[in-house]
């Protein structure tokens, strides 16, 4: 195992463990056999050591998301799928990974470089489907930059994890019926031709 592999190994233990605020770079170091200054060559922060092993969850959400956007299913179901997918991940990560989520969230509402690339790939994802959808007629945008913005501010608070934590507590199946009654509107405004 390659040494960011190790430290990385020890942080993610360490954080399911103690938390964001209970990890320290010289605890994963010492752990490791080597001083904290080593561990600074290869994550130049806490919070850099921290978002990689948030940012090993995030690329596990991409991959399956990106299984969403490749399927043969027609654009809209694509769409359903996406944000459903999206949805159901970061409240799964609250529920069983908190302090990965928690991660996620502090990376997300201070726009480190984690949570920047990770918008790009979900953008870059939803572009794809909503080009699909365009291309097939099943959706009609006269702006295409305007469509992709829509789909996102509408879903913002089933898959921003700010929104996601401040509704923890909302029952699931309440979340759900929403969810579906935004997707419908989505799927109206990409067929009709709104933006």
């Known amino acids: 195992m390659s040494t960011d592999a190790r430290l990385l190994a020890i942080a993610s233990e360490h ?28 994550f130049p922060s806490k919070d850099a050591l921290l978002d990689a092993v948030a940012g090993r969850w995030l690329r596990d959400v991409e991959t399956r998301l990106a299984g ?43 726009s480190r470089p984690i949570a920047r ?23 009609v945008a006269r702006d295409r930059e305007r469509a992709i913005a829509c789909i996102f501010d509408a879903s913002y608070r089933f898959t921003h994890p700010l929104a996601i934590q401040q ?20 799927q109206r405004i990409l067929r009709s031709g709104a933006f």
């Open 15 to 42: 954080l399911a463990r103690l938390g964001p605020k209970g990890v320290t770079v010289v605890a994963v170091a010492a752990e490791a056999g080597m001083t904290h200054a080593n561990v600074y060559r290869y």
């Open 167 to 186: 509704d923890a507590e909302v029952p699931r199946d309440l979340l759900e019926a929403r969810l579906g009654a935004v997707i419908q509107a989505i």
């Open 68 to 110: 969403i956007a490749d399927a043969p299913d027609p654009a809209e179901d694509k769409i359903e799928r996406f944000i459903i997918a999206l949805s159901l991940a970061q409240r799964e990560a609250l529920s069983a990974e908190p302090n990965v989520f928690s991660v996620h969230l502090d990376a997300t509402v201070a």
């Open 117 to 139: 690339r990770h918008r790009v790939r979900l953008r870059t994802l939803v572009e794809r489907v909503v080009e699909e959808g365009i291309a097939s007629g099943a959706f």
